[in-house]
């Protein structure tokens, strides 16, 4: 799509100076489309003002308050009426409003593969082994299914914020779409029974979040957030996330403070991988711990066509993949029974969409096809689940991935690799826009993950069964060092962590690996901590000021006196640092230290450096992550787009994240044949920064078509857009 697109948008380009392009009058929005809207305030909220205020507006309606990581509260009712009330609020120039969002739940043993399994051979200062026992573990999902044999036990209390009580089980069918999201997290992280998680004695506080279909809202979890807190849990995870990469959202500002509060958040970073730049908030809070998605032990299946190699995610419940040589494709269009007549002895390749990824397995197993790959219909890769147990294999690939296997015309082989600790491909990956810092802060283990659903098990993948393996590892590290805060539990998991290569021996980018994969037991024996343990920099414009410095607290938490110094792993052209002499602390004590960067050479136009300090301590070593953004870097100027009908007859609703503004903007149509621009919609000259919406009227001409809603934006020079597929029905 975007070679297709990239001829598309010389439509959108500015004229040159003097001109201005999308000449259109503005649009209005429908009166009665709703809204939820946050609202953050200087002071705490006093309840019965608030309930004064809002009686003078009977069309909106409180949701939830809150006071332990905001101070705020969200509001629902039509847009126009909440424009009017934040516009009319008595202290309108201290409040800060924003739209909720929606977040969406991210998609053998792997415990003793990092190293949980050697730390159960450790005891507490009672004598007790290190399973997390003691520990309050808060898991803000799904839910859970309360009665699973593994899991019963451990449950120890919570809230369901989508009904309002306080029994917080997973959607079962009947009552919207069912899930099993939360119910495989918690087992990640405490199952105790036939299977058995990272940390089976943990307390397990299940905060039910996101309902039917595994969707919420922003202010449904910042409401379970809240709850957590006041439970006083140790340890809170949330395998959620949006694909808004942003370090300024509420939600992003609220676990920044629940860390302050000594909760150590523990955030998936996505599944929007393998490009850079798709982390998505929650996990671009500075301060909780994102973690991406590495690959436990595993045989993994690819196929192999002339210098072409494309790695297959094996759909669960289906046949295992074997090495086989010359073997036949097929297109096989969506999966329908009929597009699949001539696909027997042969791999079926077909495009998700339309049917369900289980309709069209069966469809191709009926048809005698000996495989099946899907690939996808927008760009990333993706998780699908089936029901059912089948006898071919399946996998799912991408986009561009799938359409050059259709290109081929030449029969394919299948080769099978054993692999470890190499990062997934639908990992998210920093950095984080604006601030940019590093993101993920480290990896885990997400593919082919086995673990508890309601009334069963089953293996999934995804950054969301990555993200239970790290608050697992906490838990024990918790149990085992009670004294030790957020800031430390933390600093353990990523001083400690392992350096992941890919499959020529080169390192991964600190900010598509963080620190490394976990290694719970080297975290137990750290007796040494930095803070922070990476080093997020910040930005230099090109030609100005020529150095950054960041400063680093050294504590020793050990028994005898230490002596310190650091180095950066490689030497680097264009930087020289300038670093610390060598320290001595005794145990116990702490030192801050500077550590500057001097850019010697600025690059032409702008760049990302990035790279490992050391700090040496005898034998042991501690690699610090650091990253220098020179020049403005080319991050995407426009993300999170979605577009669907609106509230009004003939209208489309949007909603785009702009992570610095824009100096352009603009929403338009194309055919989906012709490639034909059909309309522009909405422009704006400038676009503020931050999520941007509204409802547009479309032209009558649209209706009975399918079209791209393709959104554009151009800042400093560089621009980007993101584009939906539309079946119009009206």
Same mark, same amino acid.
């Given at each position: 799509?975007?070679k297709?697109?990239a ?6 380009i ?11 009058? !503005? ?10 809207l946050?609202?953050e305030t200087?002071t ?13 507006h009977?069309?909106l ?11 705020g509260?969200?509001?629902t ?13 008595p202290?309108a120039?201290?409040?800060t409003?924003?739209?909720?969002q929606?977040?969406?739940?991210k998609?053998?043993s792997?415990? !003793? ?6 730390a159960?051979?450790y ?5 007790n ?12 999902d &799904? ?13 120890k209390?919570g809230k369901?914020?989508?009904?309002g009580?306080e029994?917080?089980m997973e ?6 779409y069912?899930?099993?999201?939360? &119910? ?7 199952a105790?029974g ?6 089976p004695n943990a307390?397990?506080?299940?905060y ?11 202010d ?9 807190v006041k439970d006083?849990?140790?340890i809170?995870n949330l ?5 808004v ?5 509420p939600?992003s ?22 490009a850079?730049w798709?982390?998505?908030t929650?996990a671009t809070?500075a ?7 590495s690959?436990? !032990? ?10 072409e ?12 993949w074997?090495k086989?040589r010359?073997i +036949?494709i097929?297109?096989g ?6 597009e699949?007549?001539?696909s027997?002895?042969?791999?079926a390749?077909?495009? +998700?969409?339309?049917?369900t ?5 069966d ?13 996808n219909?927008t760009?990333?890769?993706f ?16 986009m561009?991935d799938g ?8 029969p394919?082989?299948?080769a099978?690799t ?7 491909? #639908? ?5 984080v ?8 802060d ?5 593919v ?5 659903? !309601? ?7 995804g950054?969301s ?8 590892a906490?838990?024990?590290?918790k149990?085992?060092h ?7 539990l933390k600093?353990a998991?990523?001083l &400690?962590a392992?350096d992941i290569?890919?499959e ?17 037991d ?18 230099l414009?090109l ?14 938490q ?13 030497t680097h052209?264009?930087?020289r ?7 001595v ?6 030192k ?13 136009k702008?760049?990302?450096?990035e790279?490992r ?6 034998t042991?070593?501690?690699?610090l ?10 991050y995407?100027?426009?993300?999170? #787009? ?6 009004a007859p003939?209208?489309?609703?949007y ?5 610095e503004?824009a ?7 194309y055919?989906?044949?012709?490639l ?5 919609l909405d422009?704006?000259h400038?676009a503020g920064?931050?999520?941007?919406n ?19 934006a151009?800042?400093?020079?560089d621009?980007?857009?993101?584009e ?5 029905y009206r």
């Amino acid at each position: 799509m975007r070679k297709m697109m990239a001829l598309i948008l010389i439509l959108l380009i500015p004229q040159p100076a003097g001109a201005q392009s999308f000449k259109m009058p !503005p649009l209005k929005e429908h009166p009665h489309q709703q809204e939820i809207l946050i609202i953050e305030t200087s002071t705490p909220v006093d309840p019965v003002q608030l309930k004064e205020e809002l009686g003078q507006h009977t069309s909106l309606k409180l949701r939830y308050i809150f006071s332990d990581v905001l101070n705020g509260y969200s509001i629902t009712g039509p847009k126009t009426e909440l424009e009017k009330y934040v516009a009319s609020h008595p202290q309108a120039n201290l409040i800060t409003a924003s739209k909720a969002q929606t977040y969406v739940i991210k998609r053998d043993s792997t415990i !003793p593969f990092v190293g949980a399994e050697k730390a159960r051979g450790y005891f507490d200062e009672n004598g007790n082994r290190l399973t997390g026992e003691g520990v309050k573990v808060g898991i803000i999902d &799904t839910g859970m299914d309360l009665h699973h044999r593994d899991l019963s036990r451990n449950f120890k209390g919570g809230k369901d914020v989508v009904d309002g009580d306080e029994e917080p089980m997973e959607t079962i069918s009947g009552k919207g779409y069912s899930t099993i999201h939360g &119910t495989h997290v918690a087992g990640i992280i405490g199952a105790n029974g036939s299977l058995q998680g990272m940390a089976p004695n943990a307390n397990l506080y299940i905060y039910r979040a996101l309902g039917p279909g595994g969707r919420g809202t922003t202010d449904q979890v910042l409401a379970a957030i809240e709850a957590a807190v006041k439970d006083k849990v140790d340890i809170l995870n949330l395998s959620l996330g949006s694909e808004v990469n942003g370090p300024d959202l509420p939600l992003s500002k609220a676990l920044d403070k629940v860390f302050e509060k000594g909760i150590l958040p523990v955030v998936a970073s996505g599944n929007s991988g393998p490009a850079d730049w798709t982390i998505g908030t929650p996990a671009t809070s500075a301060k909780s711990l994102a973690v991406g998605a590495s690959t436990p !032990p595993s045989d993994v299946p690819y196929f192999i066509f002339g210098k072409e190699k494309i790695r297959l995610l094996s759909i669960d419940r289906t046949e295992k993949w074997r090495k086989k040589r010359n073997i +036949r494709i097929y297109d096989g269009g969506i999966g329908s029974p009929e597009e699949l007549e001539g696909s027997f002895g042969k791999i079926a390749i077909v495009k +998700r969409g339309k049917l369900t990824f289980e309709e069209k397995i069966d469809n191709a197993e009926r048809a005698g096809a000996n495989g099946v790959i899907i690939y996808n219909n927008t760009k990333g890769l993706f998780s699908a689940m089936i029901q059912n147990e089948k006898e071919i294999p399946a996998a799912v690939v991408s986009m561009e991935d799938g359409k050059n296997l259709l290109k081929t015309k030449k029969p394919v082989s299948i080769a099978i690799t054993n692999e470890q600790d190499q990062l997934a491909p #639908f990992s998210s990956k920093g950095p984080v826009t604006v601030s940019w810092l590093i993101k993920p802060d480290v990896t885990a283990p997400g593919v082919d993950i086995k673990s508890t659903i !309601p009334e069963g098990y089953m293996s999934l993948q995804g950054t969301s069964m990555a993200a239970p393996h790290v608050s697992g590892a906490a838990a024990i590290l918790k149990q085992a060092h009670p004294e030790w805060g957020a800031k430390e539990l933390k600093s353990a998991l990523m001083l &400690t962590a392992k350096d992941i290569v890919d499959e020529k021996g080169v390192p991964y980018k600190v900010f598509e690996q963080g620190s490394g994969r976990i290694q719970v037991d080297k975290a137990l024996e750290l007796d040494t901590f930095v803070f922070p343990s990476s080093l997020s920099m910040g930005g230099l414009q090109l030609g100005k000021k020529k150095y950054l410095e960041e400063q680093l607290t050294i504590k020793n938490q050990g028994t005898v006196a230490k002596t310190y110094s650091l180095k950066p792993s490689e030497t680097h052209n264009a930087l020289r640092w300038e670093l610390p002499l060598s320290f001595v602390l005794k145990p116990g004590e702490e030192k801050t230290v500077t550590v500057r960067a001097i850019i010697k050479e600025f690059p032409e136009k702008h760049a990302l450096w990035e790279g490992r300090l050391l700090l040496e301590e005898g034998t042991s070593i501690y690699s610090l992550p650091y990253l220098i953004a020179v020049g403005t870097p080319d991050y995407p100027r426009i993300m999170g #787009f979605a577009a669907v009908p609106g509230d009004a007859p003939d209208s489309l609703r949007y909603e785009a994240y702009l992570p610095e503004g824009a100096e352009e903007f603009a929403l338009a149509l194309y055919d989906q044949q012709t490639l034909q621009l059909l309309a522009i919609l909405d422009q704006r000259h400038p676009a503020g920064q931050g999520m941007i919406n509204n409802q547009v009227k479309l032209p009558s001409y649209i209706k009975g078509k399918t079209f791209y809603a393709v959104a554009f934006a151009r800042k400093s020079g560089d621009e980007d857009y993101q584009e939906n597929l539309i079946e119009w029905y009206r």
